[in-house]
């Protein structure tokens, strides 16, 4: 079984060594302009994806794709990838959302339900009960991920609790000011417009409510920066390839944790969108964050 693994291993980093080699290319390609671009296109609004720069439309479908691919091995390739330690990182996210019952919560880009999951075995603050007339709907824009999601809820006996609805985190299906709490764990790195996603969750929550958002940061120690660099470069993309049969996706993971705004940079995105009281706490050495704004 060891040989086995340590040979698709081999096998995943020799077919795939461009990709290392590209790597430089590819983080280059950060300042490089749409192939193909004519006089129009010069008026369409570029953004990036990973470390390429591509048009805001051409992201979505790319970041569809992404999560198309790996729906079904996402859950499984999270625990391979950070150890089991996002358990962890969403365990602590959910435990500082202070719970109540009758929330109407709205999980934003929740794909396979993990987060929701764990809201739905949450507490009451006040009471220690279980929270059982919570409204949670999660609006993922992907429906593999929505599909791969639900049937995991069903096997957990959360059918019906949970309402799966596929919309876009920029144009958020939901009334203005109808939301006590929205969540967005590792989804808001992979919309095109981060600022009009934020906005959306400002639009969406009551008065008093609360966007809370955990997702990969910046880790600012030298020393584990590189570390983790060279961790996330050398190895995650290997792992996608043998785990998922998925070189591309992951190898996206690892570029767009890096174009992400830093903690601070993150905050002031908040409280510009009009959030109060915000504030961030790194976990893991800033590996990721928890950010959170209350709209007053
Ligand atoms: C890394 S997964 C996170 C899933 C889940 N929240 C978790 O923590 O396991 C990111 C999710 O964001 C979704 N997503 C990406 N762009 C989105 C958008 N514009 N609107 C809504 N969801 C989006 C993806 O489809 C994917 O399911």
Redesign the pocket.
């Known amino acids: 079984m060891y040989a086995r693994v340590v040979a698709k291993f081999y096998a995943a980093v020799a077919t795939k060594r461009c990709s290392i080699a590209c790597l430089g290319a590819s983080r280059r390609a950060i300042h490089q302009s749409p192939s193909n671009r004519n006089d129009r296109d010069s008026e369409r609004n570029t953004t990036h994806f990973g470390f390429q720069t591509v048009y805001e439309d051409e992201k ?1 479908v790319k ?2 794709e992404v ?1 198309h691919n790996v729906a079904n091995k ?1 859950d499984l390739m ?1 625990d391979a990838m950070s150890f089991g330690i996002h358990r962890l990182w ?1 365990d602590t996210f959910v435990r500082q959302l202070n719970l109540q019952s009758g929330l109407n919560i709205v ?6 339900g ?2 929701n999951q764990r809201v739905k075995n949450s507490m009451d603050k006040n009471t220690q009960e279980n929270i059982p007339n919570c409204a949670i709907s999660v ?4 429906q593999s ?1 929505l599909d791969v999601g639900k049937t995991r809820g069903k096997e957990l006996g959360y059918q019906g609790d949970i309402k799966w609805i596929k ?4 144009n958020l299906p939901v009334k203005d000011s109808s939301a006590d709490l929205v969540t967005a ?3 808001i790195r ?3 417009n981060i600022r009009k ?1 934020i906005s959306e969750a400002y639009r969406i929550l009551t008065p008093g409510g609360r966007f809370s958002v955990l997702e990969f940061s910046h880790v600012t120690n030298p020393y584990l920066k590189s570390l983790y660099d060279t961790y996330s470069f050398e190895m995650i993309p290997v792992m996608g390839e043998i785990i998922a049969e998925d070189w591309k996706s992951y190898q996206y993971l690892v570029e767009s944790i890096r174009q992400f705004p830093t903690q601070s940079e993150f905050a002031d995105m908040f409280k510009q969108a009009g959030f109060r009281f915000v504030r961030f706490q790194n976990l893991t050495f800033g590996t990721v964050a928890i950010h959170s704004g209350f709209k007053i």
Do not use: L, P, Q, S
């Open positions: 979505e970041v569809a999560f996402y999270n969403k999980d934003v880009g929740g794909g396979t993990k987060v609006i993922d824009i992907n991920m919309g876009d985190a920029e764990a590792f989804a992979n919309v095109t996603a």
